[in-house]
């Protein structure tokens, strides 16, 4: 009995231990989201303030959006690679290059900070995602410890 309890605790910690990173990552990622957000007002900023030229601005758009959104490109080409493209990185990935790229056609304004709105609000969604999933799965888990 006192090895299945023990074993039990072992459980325990190691369900401590998993949420424990979780909240490392959820703070990490809320992190990237503020300090995005922070740049990309900078980003606007120096649009309205400086006449740049459209590969500058790019440039200037590009740190934002690549803090924010890199494990979302990445994850993108990971799915590419293994034959599952049509996923909600895949799609994020296209619409914001898609986003980023406009403004290089003749006649066109650019739309950089609305590449960056975009997914920067695509992260602040998959954060709530991960909040109420480990919400979920504290619960699952306090009803699985007073089970008989």
């Known amino acids: 009995m006192c090895k299945g309890h023990h074993h039990h605790e072992e459980e325990c910690c190691s369900c401590e231990h998993h949420h424990h990173h979780e909240e490392e990552g959820q703070r990490g990622k809320l992190l990237k989201i503020v300090l995005a957000a922070i740049l990309l007002a900078v980003a606007v900023y120096i649009e309205h ?13 590009l740190v934002p959006y690549l803090l924010v959104g890199w494990d979302t490109l990445k994850e993108a080409a990971e ?3 293994e034959g599952e493209a049509f996923n909600e990185d895949f799609l994020m990935a296209v619409a914001t290059l898609g986003a980023l790229s406009i403004g290089f056609l003749p006649g066109a304004e650019n739309e950089f900070p609305e590449a960056v709105f975009v997914m920067l609000f695509f992260q602040v969604g998959e954060l ?18 007073i089970r008989p």
Do not use: C, N
């Not at 995602?129 to 009803?143: D, N, Q, W």
């Open 49 to 61: 303030t400086f006449a740049l030229p459209t590969w500058q601005l790019l440039l200037v758009y």
């Open 79 to 81: 799915g590419l690679m």
């Open 128 to 145: 709530f995602e991960g909040y109420a999933e480990g919400k979920s799965r504290e619960s699952i888990a306090h009803l699985m410890d």
